[in-house]
């Protein structure tokens, strides 16, 4: 009696322990509006709070039209199909949608823009299906998105739309590619400025081979600063192209 006791115990431990793995859990940073945007983002397939995605970003937004976020699905090498981050209590919460296809890790660095306190989350999809979210909550003092662009300030902007600034810093087991993208990214909410940003960037290889395919959105920040992760050498290309049809090809050593 004892032995089928003890075997029923288990086995009820058991589904504990993969109902913790597979289920929700508890939001580690509560919001009104994670349930809408987790419906319109992530739709009805699972997903996970999970401390393995890491988001880093300041405690508190000095600047916030220029917001460093790092996000880290490193833990998830060679699983993840997609990153998809936004910022919930933004008027355009979208940040970018990031598929590292060959060479690339799950890691990258960009600048936002945040309109108030908020959440940010990602959310990384991995070959399982399954959804693995990161949080963390920012606080600003506001206006990041609405303020109007420095860019369209600076004498003859126009003339420099496209250009790209970077390098490539070898690191022990990778290197890391940093890149400033001349552009105003403008999103739409300044009076008299329609919208005007990059929407598609694709890194590519030596061989012209696929390395990463990226879809940006007006949150991100002008002149967006874009840091990657890559494996192995040779030179890389960055493809640009933004809403109003502008195509811009950069090579980096």
């Not at 393995?52 to 970003?57: D, F, M, P």
């Not at 970077?166 to 940093?178: A, E, I, M, Q």
């Not at 909410?189 to 959105?217: C, H, T």
Request: glycine content about 8%; proline content about 8%; aromatic content about 10%.
């Amino acid at each position: 009696m004892k032995w089928q006791w003890s075997c029923l115990w288990a086995c009820c431990l058991s589904l504990n322990v993969h109902a913790a793995e597979v289920g929700p859990g508890k939001d580690p940073v509560p919001s009104v509006m994670w349930a809408f945007y987790q419906k319109q983002f992530l739709g009805d397939a699972p997903f996970v709070f999970d401390e393995r995605v890491k988001l880093l970003a300041p405690p508190f937004a000095e600047d916030a039209r220029q917001v460093p976020l790092e996000i880290d699905a490193r833990a998830f090498k060679g699983e993840v199909v997609k990153i998809f981050a936004w910022a919930e209590l933004n008027p355009l919460p979208k940040i970018v949608d990031f598929e590292p296809v060959t060479g690339v890790l799950p890691w990258l660095s960009i600048r936002i823009r945040v309109e108030q306190a908020t959440p940010l989350r990602a959310a990384v999809l991995t070959r399982d299906g399954v959804w693995h979210v990161g949080s963390t909550l920012i606080d600003a003092a506001g206006g990041g998105c609405t303020a109007p662009s420095v860019v369209r300030t600076e004498p003859g902007w126009e003339e420099h739309v496209g250009e790209v600034l970077g390098g490539r810093y070898p690191r022990k087991d990778f290197s890391r590619l940093r890149l400033q993208v001349a552009h105003p990214m403008d999103n739409g909410m300044v009076s008299g400025i329609p919208e005007f940003f990059i929407n598609q960037a694709e890194l590519r290889g030596q061989q012209d081979q696929l390395l990463a395919r990226l879809e940006l959105f007006p949150a991100v920040s002008e002149n967006p600063s874009l840091a990657f992760d890559l494996e192995g050498a040779g030179q890389t290309r960055l493809l640009l192209r933004d809403n109003s049809g502008n195509q811009f090809d950069a090579s980096i050593p």
